[in-house]
């Protein structure tokens, strides 16, 4: 005879055992994690009716017996028995039940908990949702904690915060451990535009019955005893609500508020939980399809691409492509949606080339959305709408920054009266999830999504200001560039050496707006303080091409271009090209002479028998001129040739000369020069043996 079953967990495991398949199988076939499915086979929890309905489907239960099915999983029959088809009646008492057979698929009696789960209205999601396990379970814990009654979670636009809440309180209703709410209940507040009908929204959304009493007492009355979980869905246009909920929340101790805003609603108690985009690959990395597929965001866009067009895969070739589509894409889950959408159209390959454009590709998303979900523009636009007239006008401002800014940096680039506090305007745009800020750097830094920055750009030039702003950003850097060259021969230029590296998306856009509009003096200081940073920090190639475009200019001061000629021919000489580095370090001492300046002069002369040619009789001068000069830098440097000559001829005190160079150097900071120095130090010990 049968081992009796006692509850659906262990059904669950029996089936899936008479079908040979493992919890792993199951829920790759299910959709869901591993970890679902063996809290569902140990009864620590109910399958929410999506995954009820997906199971059906895995484990081959018949149609005749789907409803039937759907009940007792989600333990939402309240009768003391039932019969499925293929069974005799099991009544609770007996608790006996058949092992379903493999043959017929006849399911088993299958007791019902006693617990029941929560009331709600929750909608059927109509797709499952992808990659946000570590989401779910810490905002669950969040919702859970007594002393947490209020929980926002906050994002951009499309980040997906209020699909997050339906799972999550999906799953609570599933859930009948103690400390969960009785009910969890909906409330849309998208349609509103005026924050005074909010209390009288979630009213008729509870039922609560007009009783002639001011709506917000009828509804307190309704909540007071009640152990009840709200989620207000869309807070962000209907903010100075926030004092009704506050007093709710007062009035009814056991309620619990779960929020989803683009802005925090700034009351005390709250708790916000910042709902990010989707985890992303890292292109510099090398990963095969199948890692790539792991991560969220690719494993959504395959879904939708799949949903557009059944046949797409994920290949050896395109696999990568997709990866970075998802990545300029910001791992935004409505543009991957709506991207996606467009593979029944255009291959992978074409639609990042047309991501160019993001705002313009993205459109067309489901007809059931709402009007703001079904393009970006639209999703980004009612966020900006919702902004102040001076805080717009400085999210259009950032949008100059390429990969973000510094504090200080937003201030002498945006700010437009001495009294505007750009502090302020920045807190509130982080507040309102236009803008976030950078975790991996010491200073204050701030960041803008991609699809934000586009949306940012638009705005810009809509102002007639764009022009003026890019000249301020490619001046400002311009000057942090050269207040960054004698750091990079000093001991803080590893620290300045970082601080370039974080910067050098808006180092980049600076030169190129320089070339963009043929100013060929700013370019040449700007790229004339940078080579230094190009050549230790491993950007030869990009820095020499630079460097090309700009010597190409017409104009430009005779000092800027002899620095930009210096490090033209640095950056040439460390790429192997001695005779083309010789003739730009000639050129380059030529320029210094003509404008009387004999450190530049010394310099070049310096580089140009150290890092290329030999003569005797050329170093001997370089290293008097820089003896002449009496710098430190160049001090240690004329040590150091002096090193190098007696070296070649065979003289011991080539020892001493070098070994005082390189204190000298150590004494500077400069150890990345230092390298190059003891390259040629070991040179020398070779040739005294």
């Given at each position: 005879m049968d081992e009796p079953i006692a509850s659906f967990g262990e059904w669950l495991r029996r089936r899936r055992k008479a079908l040979d398949l493992t919890q792993e199988a199951l829920a790759q076939r299910a959709g869901y994690s591993l970890g679902a499915i063996r809290k569902l086979e140990a009864d620590e929890r109910r399958p929410s009716r999506e995954l009820a309905e997906s199971l059906a489907d895995v484990l081959a239960v018949p149609v005749e017996e789907r409803a039937a099915f759907l009940k007792v999983a989600r333990a939402e029959r309240a009768v003391d028995h039932l019969r499925l088809p293929g069974s005799g009646v099991s009544t609770l008492g007996q608790v006996i039940a058949r092992a379903p057979d493999p043959q017929t698929g006849l399911l088993a009696d299958v007791p019902l908990l006693k617990a029941q789960p929560a009331l709600h209205n929750l909608p059927v999601p109509l797709t499952p949702l992808i990659g946000r396990e570590q989401e779910i379970a810490a905002i669950t814990t969040l919702i859970q904690d007594p002393a947490v009654r209020l929980l926002t979670l906050t994002g951009p636009g499309g980040t997906g915060k209020t699909r997050l809440s339906h799972q999550v309180a999906a799953e609570l209703c599933d859930d009948v451990s103690q400390g969960v709410p009785d009910a969890v209940w909906f409330v849309d507040l998208a349609p509103l535009s005026d924050a005074s009908l909010v209390v009288s929204t979630i009213a008729q959304t509870l039922g609560v019955r007009d009783t002639g009493l001011p709506r917000a007492d009828s509804l307190v009355g309704h909540l007071r005893d009640k152990h009840m979980l709200l989620i207000l869905d869309n807070f962000e246009q209907v903010l100075p609500a926030a004092t009704d909920i506050a007093a709710l929340l007062q009035a009814a101790p056991r309620l619990k508020l779960l929020v989803t805003s683009r802005e925090v609603l700034h009351l005390s108690g709250e708790q916000e939980y910042p709902v990010l985009p989707l985890a992303l690959p890292d292109l510099r990395q090398s990963e095969s399809p199948t890692q790539l597929t792991e991560y969220a965001a690719v494993a959504l866009f395959i879904q939708r691409a799949v949903a557009a067009r059944p046949d797409f895969q994920v290949t050896d070739a395109n696999a990568s492509v997709v990866a970075e589509i998802c990545v300029r894409l910001d791992g935004l889950p409505l543009a991957i949606e709506l991207a996606a959408a467009r593979i029944?159209?255009?291959?992978?390959?074409?639609?990042?080339?047309?991501?160019?454009?993001?705002?313009?590709?993205?459109?067309?998303?489901?007809?059931?959305?709402?009007?703001?979900?079904?393009?970006?523009?639209?999703?980004?636009?009612?966020?900006?709408?919702?902004?102040?007239?001076?805080?717009?006008?400085?999210?259009?401002?950032?949008?100059?920054?390429?990969?973000?800014?510094?504090?200080?940096?937003?201030?002498?680039?945006?700010?437009?009266?001495?009294?505007?506090?750009?502090?302020?305007?920045?807190?509130?745009?982080i507040d309102k999830s236009m803008l976030h800020r950078k975790d991996d750097a010491d200073e204050a830094s701030f960041t803008m999504l991609e699809t934000m920055r586009e949306y940012a750009l638009e705005q810009l030039a809509a102002s007639g200001q764009e022009d003026v702003l890019r000249c301020r950003h490619a001046e400002y850097y311009r000057e942090f560039a050269e207040a960054a060259e004698p750091a990079l021969r000093s001991a803080q230029q590893v620290a300045w050496g970082s601080r370039l590296e974080r910067e050098h998306d808006n180092l980049r856009a600076a030169l190129r707006w320089f070339i963009s509009q043929g100013d060929a003096d700013q370019g040449l200081r700007m790229s004339g303080a940078l080579w230094r940073f190009w050549g230790y920090c491993g950007h030869l190639l990009e820095g020499r091409d630079i460097l090309a475009e700009l010597l190409a200019l017409h104009g430009g001061g005779a000092g800027p271009r002899a620095r930009a000629l210096l490090g033209a021919g640095s950056l040439v000489s460390l790429l192997g090209a001695g005779d083309d580095a010789a003739a730009l370090f000639e050129q380059s001492a030529a320029l210094f002479r003509k404008v009387g300046d004999r450190w530049g002069q010394a310099f070049a002369l310096s580089y140009r028998e150290f890092e290329v040619s030999w003569s005797e009789h050329r170093v001997e001068e370089s290293a008097a001129l820089l003896e002449q000069l009496g710098e430190p830098w160049g001090l240690a440097l004329a040590f150091v040739l002096r090193s190098e000559l007696a070296g070649r001829q065979q003289d011991p005190v080539a020892r001493s000369l070098g070994a005082e160079g390189v204190r000298r150097f150590l004494e500077i900071g400069d150890r990345w020069f230092l390298i190059t120095v003891l390259g040629h130090m070991v040179d020398v010990a070779r040739r005294l043996g």
């Open positions: 029944k159209m255009l291959p992978p390959a074409a639609l990042l080339q047309r991501l160019g454009n993001r705002l313009k590709l993205l459109t067309g998303g489901a007809r059931d959305l709402a009007t703001r979900q079904q393009t970006l523009r639209a999703a980004i636009d009612w966020s900006y709408q919702l902004l102040t007239p001076s805080e717009q006008q400085l999210f259009a401002r950032l949008g100059v920054f390429v990969g973000g800014c510094t504090l200080e940096a937003a201030e002498a680039v945006c700010q437009e009266q001495s009294d505007q506090d750009i502090l302020d305007g920045i807190q509130s745009l």
